[in-house]
């Protein structure tokens, strides 16, 4: 059974700074596409960032770009997002996903989701 399992979310004041990992199991994705979305209440799933399968290229929304940075470790079968700067607006759960289509930015692209965590921006 294949599982996407993230983790990292929680409540931090704006400014602050949280890492959210997803590890994978079930199969292998060394060879896939991986990204992060997003959805807040009342809104629509949205892209966050995605990675090569090499890490070779990354791709950013431009809400988060210079604040946020994606990377993977292959041998550990884990992506992970590391988000600095946050603000309030950040609040949303936080959905890993893997996949082999061409677009990172299309969520049609990502086969694979895990179930979403919490993170929180409030003072």
């Known amino acids: 059974q294949v599982q996407l399992v993230e983790s990292g979310g929680g409540l931090v004041q704006p400014g602050g700074s949280l890492r959210l990992s997803c590890a994978a199991s079930g199969r292998t994705f060394s060879d896939a596409v991986m990204g992060w979305f997003r959805q807040s209440p009342g809104k629509d799933r949205e892209f966050v960032a995605g990675?090569?399968?090499?890490?070779?290229?990354?791709y950013y929304a431009d809400s988060v770009s210079g604040r946020f940075t994606i990377s993977r470790d292959n041998a550990k079968n884990t992506e992970y997002l590391q988000m600095n700067s946050l603000k309030p607006e950040d609040t949303a759960v936080y959905y890993c996903a893997a996949g082999y289509g061409y677009n990172a930015y299309d969520a049609h692209t990502y086969d694979y989701w895990g179930q979403g965590t919490q993170v929180t921006v409030s003072s």
């Open positions: 990675i090569s399968w090499n890490g070779g290229n990354t």
